[in-house]
């Protein structure tokens, strides 16, 4: 049996249930999982939902003939292979592991553990090697930022200066519009980092085009631009930095 408990009222009918299953004599095996918020799984399928339309896309410029259906298949299947939480184990009825989906998936963790999982498919597999996302697709894996991963990357230390991450950058569609391959890297300027050179250090940068970095990081807006950042911009940076690490 599994169930969602919201309330104490709930709480309170699912637990005549399982007491009378004890009063039979049955055997009852708890556990539990945070439930993840409608809104949350709504909004994980959106994305997985936009991002299939943008590899689609991408696949037909380079002329490849497929269904968004495939692509959708395709994409959960590569997943399941490097989160192996995305796969039901079958064997039981001796059958082949079955992929779940987005409306499978019931817990944070879960999301959390999918989203990470598609960016490194995106983000490692040869198939994907010319797709750029849009900025709010590229970043979604922010929504699912905890306090603990902000610790955690907040105790790395971090070189003052990485060219290869700045290349890196410029690859990058523009974090404000959206135009992809015009990207300069943007250095943050900030009150915190201004002992440490005389510039911020490469992690403290952001993809920019040439318009946007004049216009609007070294004008006014920027804050405004960037708002969807719901994290402090060093974090966000530092996170952004240290995933491009781990995937090299």
Known sequence: MICTVLNKQQWEIHKQEIDKLLDDGKQ?????????KLKTKRQTGFFFAALVNQIYTYCRSVGWNCTEKQVRKLLYAQVAQVV???????SFFGMPDQVKSVQDLD???EMSEFINGVFTVLDTNPLYEGLKLTPDTYYAWINHITNDDI???RAVELPERDNDYLNH???????????QHRSDAHHI???RTAGMAIKSPDWYALP?????HMTVA??????????WIKIDLMDFCRICYQRWKAKL
């Open 151 to 153: 610790s955690a990357s």
């Open 84 to 90: 192996p939480s995305m796969s039901y184990d079958m």
């Open 28 to 36: 009852v095996n708890l556990s539990y999982a945070p439930a993840v």
């Open 169 to 179: 950058l410029r690859e990058q569609p523009c974090i404000i519009c959206g135009i």
């Open 107 to 109: 817990t944070a963790e």
């Open 208 to 212: 920019l085009c040439h318009k946007c």
């Open 218 to 227: 070294h004008g006014t807006g920027f804050k405004d631009a960037i708002k």
């Open 189 to 191: 300027r900030d009150t």
